[in-house]
């Protein structure tokens, strides 16, 4: 069975840190660029992140540019994302995805996990 699963979520205070897990079991990452998703409460779910196959190359979003920080660890089959300098619009759950490229649709979703930017 072909499962994404993602871990790391919680509650953060504003100016804080999480690092998001996304682990693959029953395909091998090697061959599907990632992606990072997020959903806020009543808000359409957007693209977030995006890393290469090779990990080579990667895009953000304008919202997350410079604060938040795609990669892949090809031989552990698992995607992160590092968040850093978190903000209350930050809230959300995330998603990690599996594309033949970034930009292509989604053949594989995660279940997501909450991330809640709270003081």
């Known amino acids: 069975q072909l499962q994404l699963v993602e871990s790391g979520g919680g509650l953060v205070q504003p100016g804080g840190s999480l690092r998001l897990s996304c682990a693959a079991s029953?395909?091998?990452?090697?061959?599907?660029?990632m992606g990072w998703f997020r959903q806020a409460p009543g808000k359409e779910r957007e693209g977030v992140s995006c890393?290469?196959?090779?990990?080579?190359?990667?895009n953000y979003a304008d919202s997350v540019k410079g604060r938040f920080t795609i990669s892949r660890d090809n031989a552990k089959n698992t995607v992160y994302l590092q968040m850093n300098s978190l903000k209350r619009e930050d809230k959300a759950v995330y998603y990690c995805?599996?594309?033949?490229?970034?930009?292509?649709?989604?053949?594989?979703w995660g279940q997501g996990t909450p991330v809640l930017v709270s003081s």
């Open positions: 995805a599996a594309n033949h490229y970034c930009s292509g649709p989604v053949v594989n």
């Open positions: 029953g395909f091998t990452l090697d061959y599907y660029a």
């Open positions: 890393i290469s196959r090779s990990g080579g190359s990667t």
